[in-house]
């Protein structure tokens, strides 16, 4: 994809996800990467904001033998998720009718 994402945007996509299911840092850059191209030392400040902002959690877990964190969506976090939602629809709503070809 050539458009590169802002950070609230990579905000939206971690927080949507989570809302899903609660993952580990490999499993969520994995995902983002259905969108852009992004590698894990990049994602985890990322991650490291939105728990110390309160919008996730994180708890550890050992998977195979190995200690893994995972990061889960808090209720702040749900909040944040139905304004980004909001401001989503509205947006791409915009881009929408500037983009699209219509006939005249």
Known sequence: MEFPLPAVMLEFLILGFLEKKDSYGYE????????????????YPILKNLQKQN??????EVHNGRRRKYYSLSQLGNKRLSLLRKDWNQYQRRITEIVEQKNR
């Open 28 to 43: 969520i850059c994995q995902v983002i990467k259905n969108v852009q191209e992004i590698r894990e030392p990049v994602l």
């Open 55 to 60: 919008l996730i959690e994180s708890y550890e």
